[in-house]
């Protein structure tokens, strides 16, 4: 047997690269891609910790899909879990049940499977905020937001048709959820309840409805978006933090090819372990636990997964009772109200950035982010958006409240009703003030510097504390940002003013009335010549 030698391994690979070069051309990309400037800050780790949350949910599903049965056949369950042994199921939960107890690795597998879907939907909404607070969506990249947007819906989606596969207790009763809610749509309603189900709930073939979405139709579109996402990230430039030799023009940091790349892989191989870890200690999902879905015993203390607590919260804010029948049509607005307040308050996230780029009439391209307090009213928008959302997922668990607190439900609800609207707006008020506060304080620190606690006095007996200026770098930190000014009522070039023009300059007033302005250069210098005299 011959042994091939050194020099001959590295003429294969060169006639092999070659090769594809001279079909492809992929070289002349591989040599772009590699020369683009990543910036290196914590921060930017959050969308690659769901790209690779992505990754190792593709691979651990792949390792399920062997073993899964889409089937609602009812089968007699002979595994090896004794306590459901004999117990009539479908064929979904029955396979389930073998591979976490009788497929070698399978229960590893199904809670790597769950866990990196639950981080992937929360790294992209940490992503999502980062972009938020920071401007990193405005121009030239309003529209990888929207693709953003559209990938954490789809993340949502995806994770709520696996969390459904198994066909437990748990999993059927958020199915039945989702049945009322598409029956309580008056005309189009029922139509579409039988369309997803095949037949009246629960149909005779959803779990392999929900398998196809949950295996082809829903990944190959996140794919797609995460393509369409990275390939925008790379056209417009990486955003980065403003500081010393950092312009819109330039980005400072390190190249893809060796510096990122590698560390992006010893990343990816960290946020593996950390979930694997976690997989293998912390137990989520235990449909044994649960048994099969039977719609009589629905036991209270059941939670959805977090990322559909929000709506599941919506449905139980709603009072009671508030139907009304018209034109032959039973209208249930406790359901109804949920649903458009949920539309609502994502179309409003998806369209906020077109929304400031109305309100402010930038069309500059921006590559330097702002800090959260250098744009106060939208720091205020985003915590008043979080606080209407973590009151919903609060909902989603008044009972555990309760029970746990030992309280009553009505006061929880009741407690929670009033939060949902009062909590955005005192969020709101209370944002905006302390991002002026902090305003008012950089701009102090810039022109006096900072206290040292140093007390010296005086030769005329005088006693002041000592003032030390700021580095360069901090420095550019407090005084880089945009004053923008609200916008002036001018008429239109016919002469007229009307009435969207006079709605976009309240809006502006709104926005831009209350700020502060940044340090000039004028405004520097004397307060440094009055510090040195």
Same mark, same amino acid.
């Given at each position: ?52 949350? @992505? %990754? ?9 899909? &062997? #073993?899964?049965? !889409?089937?609602?056949? +009812?089968? *007699? ?42 981080? @992937? %939907? ?9 972009? &938020? #607070?920071?401007? !990193?969506?405005?121009? +030239?990249? *309003? ?43 008056? %005309? ?346």
């Amino acid at each position: 047997m011959s042994i091939t030698s050194a020099p001959e391994q590295k003429g294969f690979i060169a006639s092999a690269s070659n090769y594809l070069d001279e079909r492809t051309s992929i070289s002349g990309a591989v040599k772009e891609f590699g020369r683009k400037i990543f910036p290196d800050h914590w921060s930017f780790l959050l969308g690659e910790v769901a790209l690779y949350s @992505f %990754v190792i949910i593709l691979l651990s599903g792949s390792f399920l899909t &062997f #073993f899964f049965q !889409a089937s609602m056949t +009812p089968v *007699e369950y002979a595994g090896s879990y004794v306590p459901l042994r004999g117990v009539e199921m479908s064929a979904a939960m029955s396979s389930t049940l073998d591979i976490s107890f009788d497929i070698r690795g399978g229960l590893l597998m199904r809670q790597i499977h769950h866990w990196a879907a639950l981080l @992937f %939907v929360a790294a992209i909404g940490l992503h999502m905020l980062r972009v &938020f #607070f920071t401007g !990193a969506f405005r121009k +030239p990249r *309003e529209l990888n937001w929207a693709i953003g947007f559209v990938l954490f819906v789809l993340a949502m989606a995806e994770g709520f048709t696996g969390y459904s596969l198994p066909d437990d207790l748990l999993s059927g009763n958020g199915l039945r959820i989702i049945d009322g809610m598409m029956n309580a749509v008056p %005309v189009v309603g029922t139509w579409i309840t039988f369309l997803l189900f095949g037949g009246e709930f629960p149909g005779n073939d959803i779990v392999g409805r929900l398998y196809t979405l949950h295996i082809l139709l829903l990944p190959a579109m996140v794919l797609i978006f995460i393509v369409l996402h990275l390939m925008f990230v790379v056209i417009h430039k990486h955003t980065q933090y403003p500081g010393p030799g950092k312009t819109e023009q330039n980005v400072v940091g390190y190249p893809v090819l060796p510096v990122y790349a590698a560390k992006a892989g010893g990343f990816f191989f960290l946020v593996f372990g950390v979930i694997a870890l976690i997989a293998a200690t912390v137990t989520i999902n235990p449909i044994w636990n649960y048994g099969p879905y039977d719609p009589s015993p629905v036991s209270a203390g059941t939670q959805p997964d977090w990322y559909i607590g929000f709506a599941d919260g919506a449905l139980r804010l709603m009072p009671p009772g508030l139907e009304t029948v018209w034109l032959g049509y039973t209208w249930s607005w406790n359901i109804l109200i949920p649903i458009l307040v949920l539309v609502v308050f994502l179309l409003l996230t998806f369209i906020y950035p077109y929304v400031e780029a109305w309100v402010t009439g930038d069309k500059r391209e921006h590559h330097l982010l702002d800090r959260p307090r250098n744009a106060p009213v939208r720091t205020a928008f985003g915590a008043a958006g979080v606080t209407f959302y973590a009151v919903l997922w609060a909902a989603a668990s008044s009972d555990i409240i309760a029970t746990h607190f030992k309280v009553t439900m009505e006061g929880v609800i009741n407690t929670l009703q009033a939060l949902l609207i009062l909590g955005p707006i005192v969020a709101f008020m209370v944002t905006k003030r302390v991002c002026l506060a902090l305003q008012k304080k950089d701009r102090e620190m810039v022109l006096h510097g900072f206290e040292t606690g140093r007390i010296v006095r005086l030769p005329g007996g005088e006693f002041v504390e000592v003032h030390e200026q700021l580095d360069e770098y901090t420095r550019w930190q407090l005084v880089s940002f945009n004053d923008n000014a609200p916008l002036q009522l001018k008429p239109n070039p016919v002469g007229k003013i009307t009435a969207s023009a006079r709605f976009r300059v309240a809006m502006s007033r709104f926005f831009f009335e209350d700020r502060i302005a940044p340090v000039s250069p004028k405004e520097y210098q004397a307060a440094l010549e009055h510090s040195s005299h």
